[in-house]
Nanobody, 121 residues
């Protein structure tokens, strides 16, 4: 069983920055894909960014140029640096981890409990 623990969410003003962290523990198998997803009230969970074990990244169009995903393979930890935050970025951000090369939410094997990011205007 894999446990994912997110941290770093909070309240920030528009234009501000936050850094999210997700630490994975409890597995003897190598996690291939880790990603950040978000879900706003009344909306479906959507990809924000993902990264594979060979550091291949994928970003949603709405965060390109503002957010950066990175990964510490030795620590099984993934980070999301969020710059130039907008009110529409307000959501619960979830960390996902999967054993295959896919960022699709339904291909994630494990999920964290989420961390709330609120961006005020």
């Amino acid at each position: 069983q894999v446990q994912l623990v997110e941290s770093g969410g909070g309240l920030v003003q528009a234009g501000g920055t936050l850094r999210l962290s997700c630490a994975a523990s409890g597995t003897n198998f190598r996690i291939y894909t880790m990603g950040w997803y978000r879900q706003a009230p009344g909306k479906q969970r959507e990809l924000v960014a993902s990264i594979t074990s060979d550091s291949s990244t994928n970003y949603a169009d709405f965060v390109k140029g503002r957010f950066t995903i990175s990964r510490d393979g030795a620590k099984n930890t993934v980070y999301l640096q969020m710059n130039s935050l907008k009110p529409e970025d307000t959501a619960v951000y979830y960390c996902g981890a999967g054993f295959v090369n896919s960022w699709l939410p339904d291909r994630m094997d494990y999920w964290g409990k989420g961390t709330l990011v609120t961006v005020s205007s």
